[in-house]
């Protein structure tokens, strides 16, 4: 055998031997850790059932990792506003306990609520809201158990947290011990401030909204005979605004109390369904000038029937009366007739087409070119002035309202 495979040989054996070290001491590590297992959590030493002795205790625990809880007692928490809730145990129970060699035990468990928030919605959809995360002891009272809050950072959230509706703006730790019949029990809160996100209620509510109103106002441009489509569009334009009111709504809970929206909507319904109002008060006024114009020219053509009957009266008194006279055949319809008659229809005339006394807002209202039912054209054109001035008013005082004024029952 020569020197070379003689040094292999060696390094072979040596490395077998290190190997076998290598797992003894795994094996003698695995041994240790499962004494201590068997030391700690032995059916003699420890109970589950029981709860700890605490710091003062003569007991100490050495470090140690779990992943099963029932193994080490604990606490009997609970979520005091709980509604629904389940664990994590996909592809293990997700779920670890840390035992430090002062005893101290940590307790680590994902789990997803849903939690129960009262909310105060008059300020729907520009509000804030609070909602608490409540944990408290079920059965143990302040005697044996009290909760405490880690000093300094005791609630750690995650910084891109993102939610569809609303932004976390602050959050606060508090105490909220309770006390019943059976005794005091320790509890612990946080308090969630959300804002609720503007954007998406601007653009499929209030900008909606607002362009139905300016549409329903297109009817004030439209001519006075257009009778189906000044109908047919504030029919519309009332029944989307009814139907977009009812969407909303249906989204909320029922509540007793006028919420910001409802405000808002009430409003601008209001304004559709003036609108359709107007076309119906212009309507009338048209039909009520054209019976009043007919009847006016009716009159003056009686009484300027009457006028000329009166002067072929009186000129045929005139020639009964003159012997003298010669008899000429001559129209009497033609016949010039009395002239202080004539004076006094001309007179009639010039009174009855005289108009009173103007002032500002009657020459203002002149300037727009009018037929002879004037009664209903103006009321379109006051129409297109009032509502559109009314309905910025609105504007200004509702959003200086509800964006300006503070939440009543915050307490941050």
Same mark, same amino acid.
């Given at each position: 055998?020569?020197?070379? #495979?003689?040094?292999?040989?060696?390094?072979?054996?040596?490395?077998? &031997?290190?190997?076998s070290l290598a797992n003894n001491a795994k094996i003698n590590f695995r041994e240790k850790e499962?004494?201590?297992?068997?030391?700690?959590? @032995?059916a003699g030493k420890y109970d589950a059932r029981i709860r700890p002795s605490g710091i003062n205790g003569t007991g100490r625990l050495k470090y140690l990792t779990l992943t099963e809880a029932n193994r080490v007692w604990m606490p009997d928490l609970f979520f005091s506003n709980e509604k629904e809730g389940h664990f994590h145990n996909i592809i293990m129970p997700n779920?670890?306990?840390?035992?430090?060699p002062n005893g101290s035990v940590l307790y680590s468990i994902r789990i997803s609520l849903t939690l129960a928030c009262p909310m105060n919605l008059k300020l729907?959809?520009?509000?804030?809201?609070? &909602?608490?995360?409540?944990?408290?002891?079920?059965g143990w009272t302040t005697n044996d158990l009290v909760f405490l809050w880690k000093e300094g950072d005791p609630v750690q959230v995650v910084k891109n947290l993102h939610l569809p509706r609303f932004t976390l703006e602050k959050f606060l730790t508090d105490y909220c011990n309770s006390k019943t019949n059976t005794g005091e029990y320790s509890c612990l809160k946080v308090d969630l401030l959300f804002k609720r996100e503007f954007s998406y209620y601007l653009i499929q509510i209030y900008i909606p909204c607002c362009m139905l109103v300016i549409v329903?106002?297109?009817?004030?441009?439209?001519?006075?005979?257009?009778?189906?489509?000044?109908?047919?569009?504030?029919?519309?334009?009332?029944?989307?605004?009814?139907?977009?009111?009812?969407?909303? #709504?249906?989204?909320? $809970? $029922?509540?007793s109390y006028t919420k910001a929206i409802d405000v808002w909507t009430g409003v601008c319904l209001t304004f559709v369904f003036g609108a359709l109002?107007?076309?119906?008060?212009?309507?009338?006024?048209?039909?009520? @000038?054209?019976?009043?114009? #007919?009847?006016?020219?009716?009159?003056?053509?009686?009484?300027?029937?009457?006028?000329e009957q009166a002067s072929i009266d009186a000129a045929s008194d005139l020639l009964d009366t003159d012997s003298n006279a010669t008899f000429a055949m001559k129209p009497l319809v033609r016949h010039p007739g009395d002239p202080l008659a004539l004076e006094k229809l001309r007179q009639c005339e010039v009174h009855m087409q005289a108009p009173k006394r103007p002032n500002c807002c009657k020459t203002w209202l002149s300037k727009f070119p009018t037929r002879q039912c004037s009664r209903s054209k103006r009321i379109d054109?006051?129409?297109?002035?009032?509502? $559109?001035?009314?309905?910025?008013?609105? #504007?200004?005082v509702y959003w200086s309202t509800y964006l300006f004024r503070e939440e009543e029952d915050e307490t941050f």
């Open positions: 055998m020569g020197t070379g #495979n003689f040094f292999w040989v060696i390094f072979y054996f040596a490395s077998l &031997c290190s190997a499962k004494k201590v297992l068997d030391q700690i959590l @032995g779920v670890y306990i840390r035992i430090f729907y959809p520009l509000d804030r809201q609070i &909602c608490s995360l409540r944990m408290a002891s079920y329903s106002w297109v009817s004030f441009w439209l001519d006075q005979g257009a009778v189906p489509a000044r109908v047919s569009l504030g029919v519309t334009t009332l029944l989307t605004m009814a139907t977009q009111t009812s969407g909303i #709504n249906a989204s909320l $809970p $029922p509540v109002l107007e076309f119906a008060l212009v309507n009338y006024a048209s039909r009520s @000038g054209s019976n009043k114009a #007919n009847m006016h020219k009716e009159n003056m053509k009686k009484k300027r029937r009457d006028l054109v006051i129409s297109r002035i009032t509502f $559109p001035l009314v309905f910025a008013l609105f #504007n200004l």
